[in-house]
């Protein structure tokens, strides 16, 4: 069974659990992250609740800047972030003044299980189903990460192990306002151990 995240229309900018855009939910320490090679503020792409060992938020990242000159690709690279937030209280983000900080559209999303050996199959299966555009489907909730190139599965920076697969996302619904994957898709990760998460994609 594969869970497919599905576009289910707008959402509000601070909306709580899974959704693409707007301003996400952080603790009261959280400081928006920078690029490590321009320095500008990132671009928050979404949120993503799981509960996994424990309830949390995974919030992804990314440096939008100057595209394609700061690698944001790149797990390792500085070029986006991925943050981990355990369960506990949690507010709106104060935005950066400047920087390109936010998606065009602020999606909301509803899970639907799919009958599938994997992701593909799944996508394909539920798309022909619902009679629909394929770009509806915004990604996956667990399962096993379907690579459009090699297994680029990150190990957590402080204890070294393979961290846990939680999210393929597609770039969204409408190219005007989606992510910038460079057609292809997104990949988040977390360590169940120490809370650390990574982020990359490929085309």
């Known amino acids: 069974m ?36 321009c320095d500008g503020p990132m671009q928050f792409l979404a949120q993503v609740e799981h509960v996994r060992p424990e309830p949390a938020l995974l919030s992804i990242f990314m440096c939008q800047n100057d595209p394609g000159l700061c690698e944001e690709w790149d797990a390792k690279l500085g070029g986006n972030k991925a943050f981990v937030f355990p369960a506990g209280p949690v507010r709106a983000a104060q935005v950066p003044g400047e920087g390109d900080t936010s998606l065009g559209e602020v999606s909301a999303v509803d899970v639907r299980e799919v009958d599938g050996s994997d992701y593909w199959s ?16 915004l990604g996956q909730l667990g399962g096993q990460p379907a690579w459009l190139q090699d297994d680029e599965t990150p190990a957590c920076e402080k204890c070294a192990t393979p961290m846990t697969f939680v999210v393929q996302l597609e770039e969204g619904h409408n190219h005007r306002t989606s992510a910038n994957f ?4 997104g990949y988040g990760f977390r360590c169940e151990t120490c809370d650390n998460a990574a982020f990359l994609w490929q085309q």
């Open 182 to 185: 460079g057609g292809g898709c």
């Open 122 to 137: 799944a996508r394909t299966k539920w798309t022909e189903a619902a009679g629909g555009p394929g770009r509806v489907v």
């Open 2 to 37: 594969v869970e497919l995240m599905v576009y289910a229309g707008a959402a509000a900018p601070d909306a709580p659990g899974t959704r693409t855009g707007g301003v996400p939910l952080v603790p009261a320490n959280f400081e928006w992250p920078c690029c490590a090679t």
